[in-house]
């Protein structure tokens, strides 16, 4: 089978849940862009949707959430783009080596606020592992035969790894909460 990711393909190794945070860097040879991050990342999860950035070869992509707040760039802010200012995650990219240092909510949404990172940029040891995987389906839009799904749901199982097509029940909770009481179906106050 392809790689599913590095941090899955030979067994995930568990976070520091007192980890408080650390450095991020692009792929640039020099020069790399620095984000820092002052805290732990949450949600961590797989996510093999076409928008995440992944490591080359990789069906999946690992990417958790931070408060916005938590993130700066701290060096090589020049070399820093919006890949699309169109999309609901604004995916703030190394021009010269295209690796994604963050992703920001921007507009009207249930998750603005927070900000999407890959914590495989760091060489720091600590962060939260994943703790699911998300939009898997969605690598089969990306060329994956579908015969082959089965499999990839086993790894993601024998990893400790529930699967899910879109993102897990926590997260699909926020997002109907928000739109329910955007709608005024649900109160304001709960
Ligand atoms: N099948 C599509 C799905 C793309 C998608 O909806 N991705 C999610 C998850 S990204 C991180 O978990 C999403 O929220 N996207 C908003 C955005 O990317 O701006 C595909 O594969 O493209
Ligand atoms: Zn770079
Ligand atoms: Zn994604």
Redesign the pocket.
């Not at 999309?87 to 995916?91: L, N, P, S, Y």
């Given at each position: 089978m392809p790689s599913i990711h590095p941090a899955i393909d030979n067994g995930i190794q568990k976070g520091d849940p007192n980890f408080s945070g650390g450095k991020l860097y692009c792929h640039c040879p020099s020069k790399k862009v620095e984000v820092t991050l002052a805290s732990n990342v949450a949600h961590n999860?797989a996510?093999?949707?076409?928008?995440?950035w992944k490591p080359s070869g990789a069906l999946f992509?690992v990417?958790g959430v931070i408060p916005k707040d938590a993130v700066s760039i701290t060096a090589n802010a020049d070399k820093v783009h919006v890949i699309?200012e169109t999309?609901?995650?604004?995916?703030n990219a190394c021009k010269e080596c295209g690796v994604h240092v963050f992703?920001r909510i921007v507009n009207d949404h249930p998750?603005k606020g927070l900000d999407?990172v890959h914590t495989e940029l760091s060489d720091q040891k600590g962060w939260q592992e994943p703790q699911f995987a998300?939009?898997v389906?969605?690598i089969i839009?990306?060329g994956f035969k579908p015969d082959g799904m089965d499999a990839v749901r086993e790894k993601f199982k024998k990893e400790g790894l529930q699967s899910y097509d879109?993102?897990s029940p926590p997260l699909m909770d926020l997002i109907a909460t928000y739109t329910g009481q955007k709608s005024g179906k649900l109160p304001a106050k709960l």
């Open positions: 999860h996510c093999g949707c076409s928008k995440c992509s990417v699309d999309a609901a995650i604004q995916r992703g998750f999407f998300a939009f389906s969605s839009e990306q879109v993102l």
